[in-house]
């Protein structure tokens, strides 16, 4: 997830995102208001909720939706257990490959995991309390990861990131969490309090029963929050920009594509096929987020540097590692609470690194 916290850096020296020389003369570098390309960018980044959606309608009526294959999966069940066990692993290649952001963090790099694998390993307990936390965790990494490529979307085009950024963190919760509090999938999250019946605790295992019998009232309290929400926010926004501040059309447009696709997948779950379109435009865009930051750090770990299969070697490693992992941890179902700990650990740190390893304050992005 690009930055999320401590986005605190100064605006470019020009407010409308072109070098000058200082002196008040004409702009003498264009700078694209683009993170990597305009290609790239709407690809991997803006569209990529929109080519999700469509990517998983169009697969709901296909033979790929139906049938089992192993473990009671289908293919389209196995693409997305693989896929996005991979891109939880390759947060590794920010955190540990890069030796920048290493030496900041060599304590939660390199003792905390062990550590909770540990306690997760002897402890039913832990484990439990992991598993269901990971869940929700999940949910809130995701709607923070939009918030940080629109906050980099705001830098980009002039802006000092430091304004607005409370009202893009609580309108990306709206439009990211609000659909699952108020729509047809909120008991598939809330459905993994059940687990605690492996430690029975009376208390959580009730939870799933006591939000199905108020859903109705988590619904309007989202509807009615979030709908006065949104027009202040456009409210705040149209103040903001009468004091100067520059619109970006690529953090609208991101926006947009994320909130009609959230709010139609979460909402509505078409077809089943909600887990699909979110959790496969949300590891597409991290893909793309690691490839863009760390690859000069790939093409080093590869020694390939200056050659010209630099760029095929350092993606290989990055695909042919994650997918390896996804593989081995996305077909897994169950048997050996170990390596169960091992998976856990690794979504748990992917979501704990995100939020502090990408800083725009810190010049690390």
């Known amino acids: 997830m690009p930055p999320n916290h401590g986005d605190r850096s100064r605006p470019p020296s020009s407010p409308n995102g072109h070098g000058t020389d200082g002196s008040g003369a004409a702009p003498t570098q264009f700078v694209s208001h683009y993170l990597v390309s305009p290609a790239y960018d709407i690809i991997f980044f803006i569209s990529s909720p929109l080519l999700a959606l469509i990517l998983g309608l169009g ?16 293919w389209v069940e196995m693409f997305l257990s693989i896929f996005v066990m991979a891109h939880l692993f390759i947060v590794i290649f920010r955190s540990h490959f890069n030796p920048g952001i290493y030496r ?49 979307y705001d830098k980009i085009a002039g802006n000092d990131p430091r304004v607005g950024r409370r009202l893009d963190i609580a309108l990306n919760l709206y439009i990211y969490a609000g659909p699952i509090a108020a729509g047809a999938t909120l008991m598939d999250h809330v459905d993994d309090f059940a687990e605690f019946k492996a430690v029975n605790s009376l208390f959580f295992t009730e939870i ?28 705040a926004y149209r103040k ?10 690529q953090k609208v447009a991101l926006l947009l594509s994320t909130g009609i696709v959230s709010i139609y997948a979460w ?9 699909f379109i979110m959790n496969v435009f949300h590891a597409w865009q991290y893909f793309a987020i690691i490839w863009w930051s760390e690859r000069d750090h790939l093409i080093r770990a590869v020694r390939q540097e200056g ?20 593989l081995v941890a996305g077909l897994y179902h169950g048997g050996n609470d170990w390596l169960f700990s091992v998976f856990l650990v690794v979504s748990l740190m992917h979501f704990w690194y995100d939020g502090f390893i990408w800083s725009v304050r810190r010049h690390q992005i």
């Open 307 to 326: 050659r010209t299969r630099a760029v095929p070697a350092a993606l290989a490693l990055l695909l042919g590692t994650s997918l390896a992992y996804g």
């Open 104 to 152: 900041l963090y060599p304590v939660r790099f390199a003792i905390v995991p062990l550590v909770l694998f540990l306690a997760m390993g002897y402890s039913i307990w832990a484990m439990v309390i992991g598993s269901v936390l990971a869940t929700f965790w999940d949910v809130y990494h995701s709607s923070l990861q939009t918030f940080g490529l629109g906050r980099l």
């Open 267 to 275: 909402g509505f779950n078409p077809f089943g096929m909600a887990f």
């Open 240 to 249: 903001l920009a009468r004091a100067g501040h520059r619109v970006s059309f």
């Open 208 to 235: 799933p029963a006591y939000v199905e019998f108020n859903s109705a009232i988590l619904t309007w309290l989202v509807i009615g929050t979030g709908v006065p929400f949104l027009f202040y926010y456009l409210h």
């Open 59 to 74: 697969l709901s009526h296909s033979p790929l939706n139906r049938g089992e294959v192993l473990g009671g999966e289908n």
